[in-house]
């Protein structure tokens, strides 16, 4: 079974500082990452992905993602906050085992609040 | 990316009511899915929508409380049947890319009184 774990509910920062929104995988076989931010009243935008090579993965908005095997970890990060960067932001993984199907689970989400 | 409209974007119902939500590509797809986003929740799938077949649902999702439509390569719907306040969520349309990434519609945002 496939899961992911966003251990923080908010994280808080001021602007102009680095942020790093935390996220956590459990597969079978090896993970497909992926990170998508959600503005109040909106869909999902997909900010990127890690499917295999380099381990850090550049997206949109400036924002990146290190992927960590032996930690089995995936948090996105971006080295200078902006006010607009205030969204909700979910980390999703899918399972390229055999058994697993194209299911992408996402974790519960990050609120991420910039203060100016 | 594919553009995707969902309608509504929102809609108030009454409790015992059922309301159809459509999702339109812009372009041919070949996995399409519907998601729930429960107030304060992350997204839960509730289906795949397959072409010319009937849906496969999640483990606790039935077709006859969440019946789909999927007539086409562009074009889904999701109904929800017999509406109670537990329904009120947003409900999310979504396409796989060809580079495995997943596409959302603005999602519909549905109160149920």
């Known amino acids: 079974a496939q899961s992911v774990a966003q251990p923080e509910d908010q994280v808080n920062v001021a602007e102009g500082n680095p942020l790093t929104v935390k996220c956590t995988y459990s597969?079978?076989?090896?993970?497909?990452l992926f990170w998508y931010v959600q503005y109040p009243n909106r869909g999902l935008q997909f900010l990127l992905k890690?499917?295999?090579?380099?381990?850090l993965v550049k997206g949109s908005y400036g924002f990146e993602a290190e992927f960590n095997k032996s930690q089995t970890s995936f948090h996105l990060k971006k080295p200078s906050a902006l006010v607009s960067d205030s969204a909700l932001y979910f980390c999703?993984?899918?399972?390229?085992?055999?058994?697993?199907?194209?299911?992408?689970?996402f974790g519960g989400g990050t609120r991420l609040m910039v203060k100016p | 990316s594919a553009v995707i409209s969902q309608k509504p974007s929102r809609d108030i119902c009454q409790r015992g009511t059922s309301l159809t939500i459509q999702c339109q590509v812009d372009?041919?797809?070949?996995?399409m899915f519907w998601y729930r986003q429960q107030p304060g929740q992350s997204l839960t799938l509730i289906a795949t929508?397959?072409?010319?077949?009937?849906?496969?649902?999640e483990s606790g999702f039935v077709i006859d409380k969440f019946p789909i439509s999927r007539p086409n390569l562009t074009f889904s719907t999701l109904t929800v049947s017999n509406m109670s306040p537990e329904d009120s969520s947003i409900y999310l349309c979504?396409?796989?890319?060809?580079?495995?990434?997943?596409?959302f519609g603005e999602g519909s945002r549905l109160t149920v009184l």
């Open positions: 979504s396409v796989e890319s060809r580079a495995g990434e997943l596409f």
């Open positions: 597969v079978s076989g090896n993970p497909y």
């Open positions: 890690y499917i295999t090579g380099d381990n």
């Open positions: 999703a993984v899918r399972d390229d085992s055999n058994n697993a199907g194209n299911m992408l689970t």
């Open positions: 372009s041919q797809v070949t996995m």
């Open positions: 929508a397959n072409q010319g077949s009937e849906a496969t649902y």
